[in-house]
């Protein structure tokens, strides 16, 4: 039984105190109910964050900003061919001050999530989120990203306008911002699609987000021949926002409402805003140039593996 | 103890199994490439049987129909660089398995025998007609030459290297993307390969990136196309996604043609499409006009 499954047996429970009034029996729902809220519900798979993370009621980037900015101007376009809007990009102010916001939106409704192109960017949207960087980096204006796609999306015109391209352009520039960067991964964060985004001086992440080098399903379909095995690839992929913080990819967890961020989206938003203020405050702090040094420094260690060393070596043979 | 822990205990067990690649292991090495002279191998695009000891002749194209067939890392060293200028940095990285799949390092090991390389990639100091510069190597038989931890340590590596040595710097790539069998890490070597890309070019330094078949995935949304001038040769296929994920993306055919160099340079991304016949000319005029006078 996977979360999705709970969710739907904690509603049908919750409807049935409902219907009941003030029946005998209901002291007994209640205990059933918190009984199951406490054992069943707390204990998350790998997979079940999977879902949670692709849940519909999610809430979305735009949702985010919305909370974060009350005063957000959306800036489309990348100037250069057209308007992405599977990215969202504008100003707005948190806190009192001003921040570049650009966010990866998914939609909500059928037609809305075809219009979004399901959250996943064309170059386009890449060559816009780069323009807004740009434009921060001009005004010394902190950028926030938040990050929520499947990934870049793979077809001929993304092809056709050059995807790896437009992202390898982004990392590149990224790389060389002096102004604070802070990426927030609040839904799933997939493969170089997501990492566009996510050069950052510090990265944060959502309880029940996912980052990984690409969905569970396209693992077990390379490793097993079989899409169906994804809850074990999430398992062996360590995708989660635990796993990721032992690696030190990540910064900092965001903590999540009991059952997901859709549960008292609210509550997200609040946690969400004081740590990346939290993190503001933290690198406004740095000089500029020590912020591109620091945000490189930081992706120059990344990685898992161990280098031989021959002085040593020399010793042994003697 | 947690998982990190042990795995620098493995990491220790590792550092005494190790064998030094020594001189004798690198004069093995060349020896590998002697082809008996009757080998015959089907040519991909033609599908014709053809002499393999012709078309190496031939400069790895087929004779008949013009193929570029897929180098191993050793002989475009030995086929771009001019003679015993070549020596080789960064050795010694051990492939380590962050994520404790069973069958990865079997699998490493056996493409270390299979190619008697260590990784990926190669890269050194080099000279072509004598103008120097730092060169790079992907290698697509070593496990389709997918990026790791170690491949992207040893790119970032390569640029820092030539910061070093106030030299240009310039790669062939060849690989499949990032390794998905070290997971989060190997994404992360986008970021870092992407970033020494960056200093090296803030520096004024050149980088010219060479495009073989095939460039797709984490390499082609990183380092390979964050080139100064970026080259290829002709037919390669390069993309982002690869063309079976595309097909089932949109359900349809792809047309003819599509993410090859050519169809590329026509979307404006390619500087120019190089035959293999004049590419080393090529990247000696590149790096001569490049010369710094100091």
Redesign the interface.
């Known amino acids: 039984m996977n979360i999705l499954d709970k969710e739907r047996r904690l509603q049908a429970l919750e409807k049935n105190i409902n219907d009941l009034g003030d029946s005998k029996s209901i002291s007994k729902l209640v205990e059933e109910v918190e009984n199951f809220k406490k054992n069943e519900m707390t204990k998350l798979s790998s997979w079940d964050r999977v879902l949670l993370a692709r849940h519909p009621k999610r809430p979305k980037s735009r949702d985010f900003i919305n909370y974060l900015a009350h005063d957000f101007i959306e800036f489309h376009g990348d100037r250069l061919y057209g308007d992405d809007l599977s990215i969202v990009g504008g100003i707005g102010t948190i806190d009192g001050i001003v921040f570049t916001i650009i966010g990866q939106q998914k939609g909500i409704t059928v037609e809305e999530n075809i219009q979004r192109n399901f959250g996943m960017p064309h170059p386009e949207g890449y060559r816009k989120a780069l323009r807004l960087m740009k434009q921060a980096e001009k005004f010394n204006r902190p950028i926030l990203t938040l990050i929520d796609t499947p990934g ?5 015109g ?8 437009a ?3 982004n ?3 990224m ?2 911002l002096t102004v604070p960067v802070i990426a927030v991964v609040i839904g799933e964060g997939g ?2 699609g997501a ?2 985004l ?2 950052a001086n510090e990265v944060l992440m959502l309880e029940n987000a996912i ?4 969905s569970p399903e396209g ?1 077990a379909s ?2 097993w021949k079989d899409a169906s095995k994804a809850p074990l690839a999430a398992e ?4 989660t926002a635990a796993d ?1 913080k ?2 030190d ?1 990540i910064d900092d967890i965001i903590e999540e409402p009991f059952g997901g961020a859709h549960f008292n989206p609210n509550q997200t938003f609040e946690k969400t805003k004081k740590c990346i203020m939290d993190t503001y405050y933290h690198l406004s702090g740095i000089a500029r140039m020590e912020l591109q040094y620091q ?2 420094a930081k ?2 260690n ?9 002085d ?2 020399k010793e042994v ?1 003697k | 103890m ?3 822990g042990e ?1 620098i205990i493995k ?1 220790k067990k ?2 005494q199994n ?1 064998r ?1 690649i020594n001189e004798e292991q690198r004069i093995s090495r060349e020896l590998d490439l002697d082809i008996p002279e009757g080998l015959y191998d089907k040519c991909p695009k033609c599908g014709k049987l053809t002499n393999m000891k012709l078309n190496i002749e031939n400069d790895y194209i087929c004779k008949n129909c013009g193929y570029h067939f897929r180098m191993r890392a050793i002989d475009r060293i030995k086929y771009i660089l001019d003679e015993d200028s070549f020596v080789e940095k960064g050795i ?5 398995n ?4 069973e069958v990865y390092e079997a699998k490493i090991n056996k493409y270390k025998k299979e190619t008697s390389l260590d990784e990926a990639y190669i890269y050194g100091f080099g000279q072509i007609y004598g103008e120097p510069c730092i060169i790079g190597v992907m290698d697509s038989h070593f496990m389709m030459g997918s990026m ?3 491949v ?2 040893k790119v ?1 590596k390569t640029f820092e290297y030539a910061i070093y040595k106030k030299l240009p710097v310039i790669i062939f790539t060849a690989s499949g993307g ?1 390794r ?1 069998q ?11 390969t ?6 090296h ?2 520096l004024g330094y050149l980088y010219v990136s060479v495009l073989t078949d095939p460039t ?3 390499v ?7 080139g100064d001038i970026i080259l290829s040769e002709p037919n390669a296929l390069i ?4 063309p079976r ?2 097909e089932q ?2 359900n349809q055919k ?1 047309p003819e043609g ?2 090859r160099a050519e169809f ?1 340079m026509g ?1 404006g ?1 390619i500087d120019q499409v190089v035959n293999r016949k004049d590419l080393k000319k090529t990247l000696h005029q590149i790096l001569h006009m490049h010369r710094r006078v100091i």
């Open positions: 870049a999306y793979p077809g001929i993304a092809e056709e306008r050059g995807q790896g391209f992202i390898a352009e990392l590149k520039e790389s060389r493969s170089g990492l566009a996510g050069f980052y990984s080098i690409l693992y390379i490793v062996q992929m360590k995708i990721l032992e690696f990819v945000r490189n992706v120059r990344f990685g898992f593996l161990q280098r031989f060393n021959y040593n070596l043979q | 947690n998982k990190i795995t990491r590792l550092k190790i030094l010694g990285y051990i492939t380590l962050p994520l404790y799949i790791g931890s170690v992207g340590e970032a990032a998905m070290e997971g989060i890490f190997s994404l992360m070597q986008m970021a870092k992407s970033s020494a890309v960056a200093k070019s803030a797709t995935g984490g082609t949304a990183s380092f390979a196309s964050l993309g982002f996604a690869g994920v595309i993306t949109i792809l599509f993410q590329l979307k991304f």
